[in-house]
């Protein structure tokens, strides 16, 4: 087992910085300020952030054990943050022990990554992993998922690896946005101007009609309840959501969006109709981004649009606040192609211990994945489709 102690050893410390380990949630708990002074002095994504790490750890994975690598300068001062979580998991018989980010699974975090002091990227990425290329034999898989393309993190880790496994994860849609450009200019670069302002114009005209925007922490009960029942009326149809899965996720979401807002980051949107919730968007400001998360909406209201009017405004609402990017995150739904134009990829990386349950498990993935593909091959795609539908149903029943 990977100890701290392991990680103040004479040869763990690189040149000018010096690397530790915080190895519980108790622990992580007492890191917020820190942390988030290095956030904001990164270039780091936002699911990177402690407000929505820590209630992961608590909610999400309680059997994952936090490895979060430190990178403190001769002053002390923390300038660099490895999120990382150990995890034990029986692969045929084999017992594999598992490097990964934290945030990984159930709630959908892009850009994970080493979070450090801009310009100082590769300096503290090549700090971490020189201490874990030396611990090899305390581990035996280092997947590091959802990283987005470029990153100087994939660079550094195959200088130090050498042999190092990289896959394409999700295409990510967004759009760069020009400051006090008026809405309507932004309209006419995207496909659905014509179809959203005749849509806005009918829904202004019913009673009690309005958009709400909720971003203080003391006031998200009400706006979450309705998300979750609109996500989860959205998703019926198709066998459940899989994006929000679960009470546990539900906790997760409502104790991060708690933080978030604490933050000043949350945005959550809320569309109604005469009193009633028809219409939610699930946002997060990061920096001069708008990130879209999720939404959700009452299909008995898809044939008036009320989806694509409230996403038009969190675009109105985005351009007003002088933010210069709305990101859609992973997936390429048509509904975003009419909104931007752009696209950025998603990659994850592979590295293997020094003992055998590395090459274990990816063989072990490697061939159930073949079996899948077999199957896939011999059924259609209708029944296919039907089998994904019933599993989804069955989980979100347990």
């Given at each position: 087992m990977i100890r701290e102690d392991e990680l103040r050893s004479g040869p763990q410390v690189a040149p000018r910085l010096d690397v530790a380990a915080v190895g519980s949630a108790s622990e992580m708990s007492g890191m917020r300020a820190e942390w988030n002074a290095l956030l904001d002095a990164s270039t780091a994504g936002p699911f990177n952030a402690w407000e929505w790490l820590y209630p992961w750890c608590r909610r999400i994975a309680p059997d994952v054990r936090p490895l979060?690598?430190?990178?403190?300068?001769?002053?002390?001062?923390?300038?660099?943050?490895?999120?990382?979580?150990?995890?034990?998991?029986?692969?045929?018989?084999?017992?594999?022990?598992?490097?990964?980010?934290?945030?990984?699974?159930?709630?959908?975090?892009?850009?994970?990554?080493?979070v450090a002091r801009k310009g100082r990227e590769a300096e503290v990425g090549r700090a971490f992993f020189q201490v874990l290329h030396g611990l090899r034999d305390e581990w035996d898989v280092l997947d590091l998922t959802d990283l987005r393309e470029g990153s100087v993190t994939l660079g550094v880790a195959r200088e130090v690896f050498?042999?190092?496994?990289?896959?394409e994860r999700y295409v990510c849609p967004y759009e760069t946005l020009v400051p006090g450009e008026p809405f309507d200019a932004f309209l006419k670069r995207t496909g659905r101007r014509d179809n959203y302002l005749r849509r806005r114009k009918w829904l202004e005209k019913q009673e009690g009609y309005r958009i709400e925007r909720t971003?203080?922490?003391?006031?998200l009960a009400g706006p979450m309840t309705d998300f979750f029942r609109l996500?989860?009326?959205r998703w019926s149809s198709d066998g459940g959501s899989q994006g929000i899965k679960g009470s546990g996720v539900e906790a997760f979401h409502r104790d991060a969006t708690q933080l978030l807002a604490e933050r000043g980051r949350l945005r959550m949107y809320t569309m109604k109709v005469g009193g009633q919730a028809v219409a939610s968007v699930y946002g997060i400001v990061h920096g001069s981004s708008f990130v879209y998360f999720q939404s959700g909406y009452d299909p008995a209201w898809r044939n008036r649009s009320v989806g694509l009017v409230l996403v038009g405004e969190t675009f109105k609402d985005a351009i007003e606040m002088g933010l210069t990017e709305y990101d859609f995150l992973r997936g390429t739904e048509?509904?975003?192609?009419?909104?931007?134009?752009?696209?950025?990829?998603?990659?994850?990386?592979?590295?293997?211990?020094?003992?055998?349950?590395?090459?274990?498990?990816?063989?072990?993935?490697?061939?159930?994945?073949?079996?899948?593909?077999?199957?896939?091959r011999v059924l259609s795609d209708e029944l296919v489709e039907k089998v994904r539908r019933l599993r989804r149903r069955k989980a979100a029943v347990h």
């Open positions: 979060v690598l430190t990178a403190r300068d001769r002053l002390g001062t923390l300038v660099g943050l490895l999120p990382l979580g150990l995890e034990h998991r029986w692969v045929n018989g084999m017992r594999v022990r598992r490097l990964g980010f934290l945030g990984e699974t159930h709630v959908g975090s892009d850009y994970l990554d080493v050498g042999e190092v496994r990289q896959t971003e203080a922490p003391g006031e996500h989860a009326l048509s509904y975003k192609a009419d909104w931007v134009t752009k696209q950025r990829q998603t990659v994850s990386l592979r590295v293997h211990g020094a003992g055998m349950g590395g090459a274990w498990f990816t063989r072990s993935e490697e061939l159930a994945r073949q079996t899948r593909n077999a199957v896939k």
